[in-house]
């Protein structure tokens, strides 16, 4: 399968816990994005990297939010002290970023997180 | 403020029907507006991609319009299938890398 695939496909935690999550986009893919959605809604954006370098982030992702790419490849996004209010599921994108292109993102399975 | 808003919420039609959703933007600039599906519990699934000077692109039995001057588009099934019951979202590029979601219209196709 060489889709976008995140890792675990469902996370149960309790409250004030860490969890970690994992990315890995198509091989080769230059950007990557993380988004967030909850019930009934469409995914917010959250992060975006090109490479290994974060380029941009969301005022959504809270002190307790951390994203990393460090080799360009693979991403991890871990989240500090949980509160349920971070339960949602949380979406991996990666896209090839080229000039005058349409830089479609193509999507994972999402990491469903629930806080107890 | 960026918005995409989509109606209907949600959609209920008898297998082998058409029907058509609605997505009404007011994304500034503009850059390309995508129809994705998702189906629940899964990532979403690019369906079409427009920019500026499509007026219609079709994808199977998935036909997207887009009217730049209003800021309209819509996505059109046509004879549906169990398989389309999912949740349709529009979105829409502006300037730089963040793309703005709508909530998205769940349809539920019956047989």
């Known amino acids: 399968d060489t889709g976008v695939s995140q890792n675990p496909r469902h996370k149960i935690t309790k409250r004030g816990q860490n969890v970690t999550f994992r990315c890995d986009p198509i091989s080769e893919h230059n950007r990557l994005y993380w988004y967030r959605q909850t019930l009934g809604q469409g995914p917010e954006f959250l992060t975006y990297f090109q490479n290994e370098a974060q380029l941009e982030k969301s005022r959504l992702l809270s002190d307790r939010f951390s994203a990393e790419r460090p080799k360009g490849s693979f991403s991890t996004l871990e989240i500090q002290r949980t509160e349920q209010g971070d339960s949602a599921m949380y979406l991996c994108?990666?896209?090839?970023?080229?000039?005058?292109?349409?830089?479609?993102?193509?999507f994972g399975p999402g990491t469903r997180l629930t806080v107890l | 403020k960026n918005q995409v808003e989509q109606s209907p919420q949600s959609l209920i039609i008898l297998e082998g029907k058409n029907c058509t959703l609605q997505?009404?933007?007011?994304?500034?600039?503009?850059?390309?507006l995508r129809w994705y599906k998702q189906d629940t519990g899964r990532g979403p699934v690019s369906l079409t991609i427009?920019?500026?000077?499509?007026n219609t692109k079709s994808n199977g039995r998935y036909t997207a319009t887009l009217d730049a001057d209003t800021k309209q588009s819509s996505l059109h099934i046509t004879a549906s299938q169990l398989s389309d019951s999912a949740s349709y979202i529009c979105?829409?590029?502006?300037?730089?890398?963040?793309?703005?979601f709508g909530k998205g219209t769940t349809l539920s196709v019956s047989s």
């Open positions: 997505c009404n933007y007011t994304v500034s600039p503009f850059s390309n």
């Open positions: 979105v829409v590029k502006g300037a730089g890398t963040a793309l703005i």
């Open positions: 994108a990666s896209s090839l970023g080229s000039p005058g292109g349409t830089n479609e993102q193509f």
């Open positions: 427009m920019t500026f000077s499509e």
